[in-house]
């Protein structure tokens, strides 16, 4: 995937679908499928025009976002995206009204198609809106096309609500809406080795300070790593039976024995399974961390059962 900095040329014909993609949710999704399906056609790039900051820092409404910059680039990517545009929200950029908006959009790829949500904004006030994209280009073969809202359980889906349910934990209603289940890019570094030393493999993650925070608790999950993935648990939060108050994503992996410290891995969450609890002594824990390793895989080998089985005392 190429990225081009919004403003520099780039030789390429391109398909724009639009927006900041911030939490790259289905809605979103279906924009960048138009987007694809129109460069196929076109014999065109597929490219994401999107920002690398967060806009809302500059307006003083700053709030945690759901993945970073680099997190969006592998939901995008995922999504088939071949060029992503990107632009730094600033001053600079925030007094571009739509017309100079466009007038560097232009400048810097061939514009074949231009793709968006029907309630896209852009320029300053966001005064540019769709009736402006047709008049823009009204006068070239540039295809202008918009795509509906989609909604969940009747509602429009929307970067609040997986902001919401995220924070709550909940993260199968947020996968029902994301173009793929919520995750975490993170270089493993080193810990205490207590779960090692327990017979349960870890990988510890820092998350970004700016990313939202996920609640915590223990989560069902899947780490990708070298190109393979495994199931694993990861405890988000902090480790109460061992008297340690630090906040930290540390993942227990199934069928897995390794050195992995300094790697990169994608972390993705599908299900809270509880709270963090002080269990008294690491053999407690441990007998819990059996349980829940049985209720991972029971999850992933049979996710229409929502039972697990029952724990011996």
Same mark, same amino acid.
């Given at each position: 995937m190429k990225l081009i900095e919004f403003g520099k040329k780039h030789s390429s014909e391109a398909v724009i679908a639009a927006g900041f993609f911030d939490c790259v949710h289905k809605g979103h999704g279906a924009v960048i499928s138009q987007a694809a399906a129109t460069a196929g056609r076109l014999g065109a790039e597929c490219a994401v025009l999107t920002f690398r900051n967060d806009p809302s820092s500059l307006i003083g409404k700053k709030t945690k976002q759901l993945y970073?910059?680099?997190?969006? %680039? $592998?939901?995008?990517?995922?999504?088939?995206?071949?060029? @992503?545009?990107?632009?730094?929200?600033?001053? =600079?950029?925030?007094?571009?009204?739509?017309?100079?908006?466009?007038d560097k959009l232009t400048s810097t790829v061939e514009v074949k198609a231009f793709v968006c949500g029907k309630d896209y904004s852009f320029g300053k006030n966001a005064e540019g809106d769709v009736k402006f994209l047709h008049e823009y280009f009204s006068d070239t073969a540039t295809e202008i096309r918009t795509v509906e809202f989609l909604e969940n359980d009747g509602i429009k889906i929307s970067s609040r609500l997986?902001?919401?349910?995220?924070?709550?934990?909940?993260?199968?209603?947020?996968?029902?809406? %994301? $173009?793929?289940?919520?995750?975490?890019?993170?270089?493993? @570094?080193?810990?205490?080795?207590?779960?090692? =030393?327990?017979?349960?493999?870890?990988?510890?993650?820092?998350?970004?300070?700016?990313?939202?925070?996920?609640?915590?608790?223990?989560y069902a999950t899947r780490l990708q790593l070298d190109g393979k993935v495994y199931s694993a648990g990861t405890n988000v939060g902090t480790k109460p039976t061992f008297a340690d108050s630090a906040f930290s994503v540390e993942s227990y992996i199934l069928d897995f024995d390794g050195d992995i410290y300094g790697k990169t891995v994608k972390l993705s969450f599908y299900k809270r399974l509880r709270d963090i609890s002080d269990f008294g002594s690491a053999e407690a824990l441990g007998k819990q961390l059996e349980y829940d390793t049985l209720c991972i895989r029971k999850y992933f080998s049979d996710k229409t059962e929502d039972k697990y089985p029952k724990r011996e005392q």
């Amino acid at each position: 995937m190429k990225l081009i900095e919004f403003g520099k040329k780039h030789s390429s014909e391109a398909v724009i679908a639009a927006g900041f993609f911030d939490c790259v949710h289905k809605g979103h999704g279906a924009v960048i499928s138009q987007a694809a399906a129109t460069a196929g056609r076109l014999g065109a790039e597929c490219a994401v025009l999107t920002f690398r900051n967060d806009p809302s820092s500059l307006i003083g409404k700053k709030t945690k976002q759901l993945y970073t910059f680099e997190e969006r %680039l $592998s939901a995008l990517a995922s999504l088939g995206v071949q060029t @992503v545009i990107f632009a730094d929200f600033d001053k =600079g950029f925030m007094s571009l009204n739509a017309k100079d908006f466009l007038d560097k959009l232009t400048s810097t790829v061939e514009v074949k198609a231009f793709v968006c949500g029907k309630d896209y904004s852009f320029g300053k006030n966001a005064e540019g809106d769709v009736k402006f994209l047709h008049e823009y280009f009204s006068d070239t073969a540039t295809e202008i096309r918009t795509v509906e809202f989609l909604e969940n359980d009747g509602i429009k889906i929307s970067s609040r609500l997986i902001k919401n349910a995220v924070a709550e934990g909940d993260v199968e209603k947020a996968n029902t809406m %994301l $173009s793929e289940p919520y995750f975490m890019l993170g270089n493993v @570094v080193h810990a205490h080795k207590r779960g090692t =030393g327990m017979g349960f493999p870890t990988a510890n993650i820092i998350p970004s300070a700016d990313k939202l925070a996920l609640k915590e608790g223990v989560y069902a999950t899947r780490l990708q790593l070298d190109g393979k993935v495994y199931s694993a648990g990861t405890n988000v939060g902090t480790k109460p039976t061992f008297a340690d108050s630090a906040f930290s994503v540390e993942s227990y992996i199934l069928d897995f024995d390794g050195d992995i410290y300094g790697k990169t891995v994608k972390l993705s969450f599908y299900k809270r399974l509880r709270d963090i609890s002080d269990f008294g002594s690491a053999e407690a824990l441990g007998k819990q961390l059996e349980y829940d390793t049985l209720c991972i895989r029971k999850y992933f080998s049979d996710k229409t059962e929502d039972k697990y089985p029952k724990r011996e005392q």
